[in-house]
């Protein structure tokens, strides 16, 4: 992580520029906690049109100064500019930095490899989609991609090795019709058209029988699933567990929507490693495949994330809540405030939002009594939504 260690001083004055950097504004950490923590900063800087923040904090009797972890972005390049430009218009006697021997790592990106944003703001295919989450190895995909040219498949992954694994096949075997995305499959539907999906297949997850919370079938999930198949669309899951299996199928008789059909031991035209490893052990294999019967109404991702009125920031100091907010399906947790001394009604709100398993960190900006998320809005996810209106009640009190 690139950083840089120099001697105390006053801190640069803002707005100013240096070596194409913007340096907007610095922000005061408010300890709100009331933790005897030392004071912080975050500045606020634009580098070749990207906003984010730096963190300067105290270590020992000197600054440290890096990039802001809920804030930063890539190419490091942009970190590490950002803070060269940082120390040298301070006229900062350095004492410690790995900003000019850092050896980057590759950071070309393979065409397939798609951020969760370009589902929210960019997808968009003619073609019938079909989804595979967690993919693993990528045999069962790779070979659905090639046998079905026409479909545009979409490879849900969160293990990062596989999916670097994905992608060099998709190379090697020159397969232009598969998309993948690192993110966690059980929210990921929530950003499909709906009706608009041929098949969702599930084969051999997690059984998480000690953590229940964690498998990807839920009531929530199938929903969801439901929603986005077409009629006719399949969700399908193959298993060796047992104990999945009956979970799995509860969860599917328990929702009065839909086909279900259930197989023991059925050959597939491709076997993934796992279904190797546990036939060698002899062991049973389970199918169950949903199917839908409704059109679904669409939903709509154009989520209006504005503040539609103006805070005073001194209120904010005082009242805003310390302990976390817990609804059903979301929570608000603000972790720290910070306020931007040179300009009126102005700082920082620290905070964690939205669902217990995928929660967003984000910074939210005051300037002069208007708020906007720092770096755009969260995700269009509904426990984001429904965060963001609990937000906008707790603020305009
Ligand atoms: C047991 S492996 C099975 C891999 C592959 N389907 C096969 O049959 O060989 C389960 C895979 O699901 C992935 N996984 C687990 N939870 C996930 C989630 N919430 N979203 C997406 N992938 C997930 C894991 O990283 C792992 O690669």
Request: charged share 25%; net charge positive.
């Given at each position: 992580m690139p950083h840089i260690v120099f001697e105390r001083k006053e801190l640069i004055t803002t707005p100013s520029q240096k070596d194409g950097v913007d340096f907007e504004f610095i922000a005061k950490s408010y300890n709100f906690t009331q933790k005897t923590r030392k004071t912080e900063y975050r500045i606020a800087l634009k580098n070749q049109g990207k906003e984010f923040l730096l963190s300067l904090k105290p270590k020992d009797e000197n600054f440290m100064i890096k990039a802001d972890k809920v804030t930063r972005l890539s190419p490091v390049t942009l970190v590490k500019n950002a803070l060269n430009a940082y120390v040298s218009l301070n006229n900062a006697n350095v004492l410690f930095s790995n900003t000019h021997n850092l050896k980057l790592k590759d950071e070309s990106k393979s065409e397939y490899l798609k951020d969760i944003n370009y589902f929210v703001d960019e997808f968009n295919t003619e073609k019938e989609i079909q989804i595979e989450i967690g993919f693993g190895s990528g045999r069962h995909l790779l070979h659905q991609a090639k046998v079905n040219p026409n479909i545009q498949f979409v490879g849900l992954e969160i293990h990062y090795p596989s999916i670097e694994q994905l992608l060099k096949q998709l190379e090697l075997q020159n397969i232009t019709n598969v998309l993948v995305v690192n993110y966690d499959a059980r929210l990921f539907m929530e950003f499909i058209e709906s009706n608009k999906v041929g098949k969702i297949f599930v084969h051999f997850p997690v059984p998480w029988d000690k953590k229940p919370h964690r498998r990807i079938y839920s009531n929530e999930f199938v929903n969801e699933a439901l929603r986005v198949l077409?009629?006719?669309?399949t969700l399908e899951l193959r298993t060796d567990s047992r104990k999945y299996f009956d979970f799995c199928t509860e969860v599917l008789t328990n929702l009065p929507k839909g086909r279900i059909t259930i197989d023991i031991n059925k050959d597939l035209a491709v076997s993934s490693k796992y279904e190797d490893r546990w036939k060698k052990q002899g062991k049973n294999i389970y199918d169950v495949v949903l199917e839908a019967f409704n059109e679904d109404a669409n939903i709509n991702l154009d989520f209006d994330f504005s503040f539609d009125f103006e805070v005073n920031f001194e209120n904010i100091l005082k009242d805003i809540p310390t302990k976390s907010i817990i609804e059903k399906n979301f929570f608000i947790h603000v972790e720290e405030l910070y306020v931007i001394e040179d300009i009126k009604n102005s700082g920082l709100i620290k905070l964690t939002m939205g669902n217990f398993d995928r929660p967003v960190t984000k910074y939210l900006y005051v300037n002069e009594g208007k708020i906007s998320y720092y770096q755009g809005n969260p995700l269009p996810t509904s426990a984001n939504i429904d965060a963001h209106k609990k937000l906008k009640e707790i603020l305009s009190k």
């Open positions: 077409k009629i006719s669309g």
